[in-house]
């Protein structure tokens, strides 16, 4: 008896909420009898820029509630850019510090670029309900003006993207900044009051590069701005073998022979070392996973998984 009055009991909740919701039949309205598919949100509209989407619905799978965050639609092969913007948008600061290049640059809101990427940047950055994935075609378009090769919807390396949408960025931000102080002649490009871009304040770091002829001794140095920093992975490695991260860091600031010739005797080889002079405030890291097979014409990829250690000393 217990049984049948609980299961009368749910039955009869079930019927008042279907009559509530006007769920009796598809031509009310209601997604009962619509297959999971159709059931589900209509695909967002294709817009030029930054067009909002309808938000997800509030389906429950397993009692869990589905995600209400969102990132980029994919144009098609587009995954390259998404991965960046994606990364981009996590960097707290970095969002915060380029939305205030305008403050103190105004020319900054007449590049499209960066107007285009401070409102993506800060509409995935921002906390609240919902408003659909956004379109990054403006953006698409824009760092391909420049750069033809990331027209049309063919798939396109992730770190070439990065350094090519990141140099039309810091452009951007230069020439405001060089207009900025062309505007008053009494200052100084290098004076501590003029705010350091975004860019740079983030991303850069320095190299100290040494070159020492392995006969003569001569020494040559130079200091080197970068983005970034390209690992190799062990040619020997196989797929299931592991490499660190320390160690793929290690072999990157490794000393090495170089060919190249000694301004004083002549000697065709010199010994280079490596130092990170200056730490980046974000530190990105390119794995090299494809390498070129020259006897078979081809790309290889490195399979090895990189174990990464929850803190890296530089």
């Known amino acids: 008896r217990d049984e049948a009055a609980a299961w009368a009991e749910q039955e009869a909740k079930r019927r008042r909420i279907e009559a509530a919701c006007g769920a009796g039949s598809p031509e009310k309205g209601g997604s009962r009898f619509l297959p999971p598919r159709q059931a589900r949100r209509e695909p967002p509209r294709i817009g030029t820029f930054l067009v909002k989407a309808s938000p997800q619905a509030s389906s429950a799978y397993g009692g869990y509630r589905s995600s209400e965050t969102f990132g980029l639609r994919n144009l098609g092969n587009t995954c390259y850019l998404n991965a960046v913007m994606q990364a981009f948008s996590s960097l707290r600061e970095f969002v915060r510090d380029l939305g205030r ?42 760092v391909a003006a420049a750069s033809p090769t990331f027209r049309g919807n063919e798939q396109q390396d992730a770190h070439e993207f990065f350094l090519e949408y990141l140099n ?38 320095e190299v100290h590069k040494r070159l020492v002829c392995v006969s003569c001794r001569q020494t ?7 983005h970034d920093f390209s690992l190799d992975f062990d040619a020997a490695g196989g797929p299931g ?4 991260l ?9 000393p090495e022979t170089l060919e190249v010739a000694c301004e004083k005797c002549g000697a065709p080889q010199a010994r280079m070392e490596k130092t990170l002079a200056l730490p980046p405030q ?4 390119h794995m090299k996973r494809f390498v070129p097979n020259l006897a078979l014409q081809r790309y290889d990829k490195r399979h090895q998984a990189v174990e990464a250690p929850l803190r890296l000393s530089l």
């Not at 590049?111 to 953006?139: E, F």
């Not at 039309?168 to 490009?189: I, K, N």
């Not at 040559?220 to 970068?226: A, T």
């Open 101 to 142: 290049m305008a403050d103190s640059f105004p020319l900054c809101n007449d590049g499209g670029l960066y107007r285009c990427t401070v409102d993506i940047l800060q509409q995935m950055s921002a906390a609240g309900p919902a408003v659909g994935p956004l379109s990054p075609t403006k953006l698409r378009d824009l």
């Open 168 to 205: 039309q960025l810091h452009d951007e931000l230069l020439g405001a900044r060089s207009s900025w102080l062309e505007a008053d002649p009494g200052r100084e490009a290098d004076s501590p009051d003029v705010p350091a871009l975004a860019t740079q304040a983030h991303l850069d770091s």
């Open 220 to 226: 040559r140095e130079v200091r080197e701005r970068f």
């Open 241 to 244: 073998e592991r490499c660190s």
């Open 246 to 254: 320390d160690g793929m860091l290690a072999s990157y600031f490794a």
């Open 282 to 285: 974000t530190l990105v890291l």
